[in-house]
């Protein structure tokens, strides 16, 4: 992998920020939608959609030091959300491969065993693609889809250390939701982009202090719920892919649903100003890519569509490092080439 002189990582304001492209080893297979969790300098892929049937059920591994892809073997669910808890690789909700019926079990890899394995509880309730984020000792679960394909708007936490079981939240999502891809960001969990009941999609943003979701029970306050939320200014499109654990907020690609195309647009989110501005382009346009963080001011894009027909357009080629770096924040800054 090509790499650059170190640069500090985004904060606070957006005044000086750039960005330079660097592409990958090619994706194996056309992936979308993908999600993925970063562990040992390894980069784990699950729950996502291919035209290829059979990679849906399978996770596989890239590691970003030799640029080898690899494969585990299967877990036993798909569209389940990889996690680490503990150092230990998890899978969490899905449906089940053996019989497609959506399920709670939250299983574990046994890297001596190679084999998978019950070892955390399983969820309260059956999830299909929720969002799944970790924060300390908490994993944190939002939506899904449920039996009869109900959307939700629930969250449950575990907190592991204890391993003891998951508990509902009082504090409800602001809309009932299904993969998102919530992230802690500047001590708040927020959740940029999602589907609805129906298979609406959002370009919405939502933040809430995280600590308001984790509080012990007896410590949640059950009586203003409502206004717990605060709503920032909507992205610019649709299936956009937000940068995990990045501070402003940074997306990435995405579809403008009103002129019916697919940008190249890497956005960052001015607080000052509550807009969205663009700080660079990808090398080709991509909606629901998805984004893997691999140090303080670097990120991957992964796979995702060129065009609106997902399916027949999902990109093989299409591993992208991107780095942050300072500069004139009004320049159109992405040095990359076709």
């Known amino acids: 992998m090509e790499t650059a002189s170190a640069v500090p990582p985004v904060r606070g304001e957006v005044s000086d920020v750039t960005c330079k492209c660097t592409q990958l080893t090619d994706l194996p297979v056309p992936m979308y939608d993908v999600y993925v969790v970063v562990k040992d300098n390894k980069i784990y892929f699950a729950g996502g959609n291919s035209p290829d049937d059979h990679i849906i059920h399978q996770v596989l591994v890239y590691d970003t030091n030799t640029e080898q892809w690899s ?4 877990p036993g669910q798909y569209y389940a959300i990889p996690a680490i808890i503990g150092g230990k690789l998890v899978v969490i909700g899905g449906r089940l491969s053996a019989n497609k019926e959506k ?14 394995m019950s070892h955390y509880p399983d969820l309260c309730i059956v999830r299909s693609k929720p969002g799944v984020v970790t924060y300390l000792e908490h994993v944190i679960v939002t939506g899904g889809a449920t039996d009869g394909d109900k959307v939700q708007d629930d969250i449950e936490v575990l907190h592991w250390t204890e391993n003891s079981h998951w508990r509902m939240v009082s ?9 998102c891809r919530p992230t802690i960001c500047d001590g708040n969990l927020l959740i940029v982009g999602f589907q609805g009941a129906n298979m609406a999609i959002s370009n919405d943003v939502y933040k809430i202090p995280v600590t308001k979701i984790t509080a012990p029970a007896n410590e949640q306050d059950v009586d203003d719920i409502s206004t717990e939320w605060t709503k920032l200014t909507p992205t610019n499109y649709w299936y956009t892919s937000l940068v995990p654990d990045c501070f402003p907020p940074v997306i990435v690609g995405g579809w403008d649903k009103h002129s019916n195309q697919i940008t190249t647009d890497i956005d960052i989110y001015n607080y000052s100003s509550q807009s969205w501005k663009k700080i660079g382009s990808l090398l080709y346009p991509r909606a629901l890519t998805t984004v893997a963080s691999i140090t303080s001011n670097s990120f991957i894009v992964i796979g995702g569509c060129t065009k ?7 990109k093989s080629s299409s591993l992208t490092v991107i780095e942050l770096g300072e500069l004139n924040f009004s320049t159109d800054c992405c040095d990359c080439e076709q």
């Not at 494969?71 to 299967?74: K, N």
Request: aromatic share 12%.
């Open 71 to 74: 494969q585990l073997p299967p």
């Open 308 to 314: 609106c027909d997902t399916f027949s357009n999902a």
């Open 103 to 116: 399920t709670n079990k939250v299983t574990t890899y046994n890297e001596v065993t190679q084999t998978w």
């Open 171 to 179: 504090i409800k999502l602001p809309l009932p939701m299904w993969g």
